[in-house]
């Protein structure tokens, strides 16, 4: 207990330290507001710098642009349907998320398809709708300080089912020169870093179904870090061919008639195929230039189960669940909506169910949680990617995705899985969630610009 100071009485030294402490408390007041600060005009309190998406793109079965992408999932609509490709009916499995009526013609020189497989032609797609919204010329300095980071699983997919045909079926010895450069998993990725001039870090990441939320997560890192201004980022992925849907087939976990997320009648996951394509850029560079920010990144985790190669850890996901909200300074009653991994399988969506549950506790209870999976199908590698497109939809335009196909409840999956309709809601912050076979576990987080 300190004494009250008499009048007149000369204070001992001990006790004027506290002067000094309140002093120290004003410097490191006027320190933490030159920080707000700092973070207002683009830097965090460490120095990270923030980060901007200013520009987004895609192609998938919902729809060839982001628009029509969101319109339909507004609108719940199933992009799901019968494939249609060569030897289709020595499949077990004939349904998928396909893109209709593909005619690379439309958008591609007979010299750049000879290049190009299809997972390439749609990542190129995705990206000219990013970059044009972003408004962003890659030029001089900007260049340099530029690069992409993709996700894929198979890479080019159709090039090797076709050359498969080409030398056992057809008894061929020579296959086409470009064979390699088109079906490389970093085809897509060297393609886009030239044909906008991008020098700097550029590379893919292949983790399954977690590529595209790897790729993007340390997209965000390197802007982050400072290590580049500008990055394009997402992922791609075209298995819909007759070798990519029978080596699935194998693992028996895929559906016949669809792909029903956290319903108790859910019977496997379904395939679908697209690109799905980001700009991510440091927050003051965009600002600078007045760029339309759709929503800022503010967190990403990773981890590994170490389990199994197949089966997923309820116990990773949480962890890494929990890791993106811990890098994102945002606590768990902040989360409004959650775009799930959601696959329609009986172990996948009871998982992670289960590490929402865990890593929520009673806000669980309060959580939108979705799987547009339902909707556009399994991209795998390229998945994560367009699951962002409902992210950014949630936070900028008050509508959460629904998870279509819901028929019963499943006691497993006791969340609000925004069942068979779009919602209107105003959330500010989101997670997006991908798990990979292999227990490779990525989530992202974004908050409202």
């Known amino acids: 207990m300190s004494a009250k100071k008499i009048k007149g009485e000369k204070q001992p030294k001990s006790e004027r330290k506290a002067g000094k402490v309140k002093g120290k408390v004003k410097t490191a007041t006027k320190l933490a507001r030159a920080m707000l600060g700092r973070v207002i005009m683009g830097r965090h309190a460490n120095g990270m710098r923030r980060v901007a998406i200013t520009g987004m793109g895609t192609i998938n079965a919902l729809g060839r642009d982001v628009p029509s992408t969101l319109e339909a999932m507004r609108e719940g609509r199933c992009g799901i349907g019968?494939?249609?490709?060569?030897?289709?009916?020595?499949?077990?499995?004939?349904?998928g998320g396909q893109v209709r009526d593909w005619e690379p013609e439309t958008y591609f020189n007979r010299q750049q398809i000879v290049l190009?497989?299809?997972?390439?032609?749609?990542?190129?797609?995705?990206?000219?709708?990013?970059?044009?919204q972003s408004g962003l010329i890659f030029e001089g300095e900007l260049g340099t300080q530029s690069g992409v980071v993709l996700g894929t699983a198979a890479g080019g997919m159709n090039t090797w089912d076709e050359n498969y045909r080409t030398v056992y079926e057809e008894g061929k010895n020579r296959?086409?020169?470009?064979?390699?450069?088109?079906?490389?998993?970093?085809?897509?990725?060297?393609?886009?870093?030239?044909?906008?001039?991008?020098?700097?870090?550029?590379?893919?990441?292949?983790?399954?179904?977690?590529?595209?939320?790897?790729a993007m997560g340390l997209a965000f890192n390197m802007v982050r870090s400072g290590a580049a201004?500008?990055?394009?980022?997402?992922?791609?992925?075209?298995?819909?061919?007759?070798?990519?849907?029978?080596?699935?087939?194998?693992?028996?976990?895929?559906?016949?008639?669809?792909?029903?997320?956290?319903?108790?009648?859910?019977?496997g996951m379904v395939q679908g195929e697209g690109a799905g394509i980001f700009v991510f850029e440091d927050w003051e560079h965009?600002?600078?230039r007045g760029a339309d920010i759709l929503a800022e990144v503010v967190g990403f985790a990773m981890s590994a189960d170490a389990q199994d190669i197949v089966?997923?850890?309820?116990?990773?996901?949480?962890?890494?669940?929990?890791?993106?909200?811990?890098?994102?300074?945002?606590?768990?009653?902040?989360?409004?909506?959650?775009?799930?991994?959601?696959?329609?399988?009986?172990?996948?969506?009871?998982?992670?169910?289960?590490?929402?549950?865990?890593?929520?506790?009673?806000?669980?209870?309060?959580?939108?949680?979705?799987?547009?999976?339902?909707?556009?199908?399994?991209?795998?590698?390229?998945?994560?990617?367009?699951?962002?497109?409902?992210?950014?939809?949630?936070?900028?335009?008050?509508?959460?995705?629904?998870?279509?196909?819901?028929?019963?409840?499943?006691?497993?999956?006791?969340?609000?899985?925004?069942?068979?309709?779009?919602?209107?809601?105003?959330?500010?912050?989101?997670?997006?969630?991908?798990?990979?076979?292999?227990?490779?576990?990525?989530?992202?987080?974004?908050?409202?610009?």
């Open 82 to 95: 019968p494939l249609e490709f060569r030897d289709v009916e020595r499949l077990a499995i004939r349904i």
């Open 116 to 132: 190009y497989d299809k997972f390439t032609q749609f990542t190129l797609l995705a990206a000219r709708e990013a970059v044009a």
């Open 175 to 214: 296959v086409h020169p470009f064979v390699v450069p088109k079906l490389m998993n970093n085809a897509a990725c060297s393609h886009l870093s030239m044909e906008y001039g991008l020098l700097g870090p550029s590379f893919t990441v292949a983790t399954a179904c977690a590529s595209s939320n790897h």
């Open 229 to 267: 201004t500008v990055m394009l980022t997402g992922g791609s992925e075209a298995m819909l061919c007759f070798g990519g849907v029978k080596a699935w087939e194998g693992l028996r976990v895929m559906s016949k008639d669809a792909c029903r997320p956290f319903s108790a009648t859910r019977n």
């Open 286 to 288: 965009a600002v600078a």
């Open 311 to 449: 089966m997923p850890s309820a116990i990773g996901a949480q962890r890494t669940i929990a890791g993106a909200m811990l890098d994102a300074h945002i606590r768990p009653d902040e989360i409004g909506y959650i775009n799930a991994h959601g696959t329609g399988t009986a172990a996948n969506d009871k998982t992670e169910c289960a590490a929402v549950a865990h890593a929520f506790g009673h806000h669980a209870d309060r959580l939108m949680i979705s799987s547009t999976k339902s909707m556009h199908g399994h991209l795998i590698g390229g998945t994560g990617a367009v699951e962002l497109l409902a992210c950014i939809m949630a936070l900028r335009d008050g509508v959460i995705a629904p998870t279509i196909g819901y028929e019963e409840p499943d006691p497993e999956c006791a969340l609000d899985v925004v069942p068979n309709e779009a919602r209107e809601a105003k959330v500010e912050a989101v997670l997006s969630n991908a798990f990979a076979f292999g227990g490779l576990n990525a989530v992202i987080a974004l908050r409202k610009a």
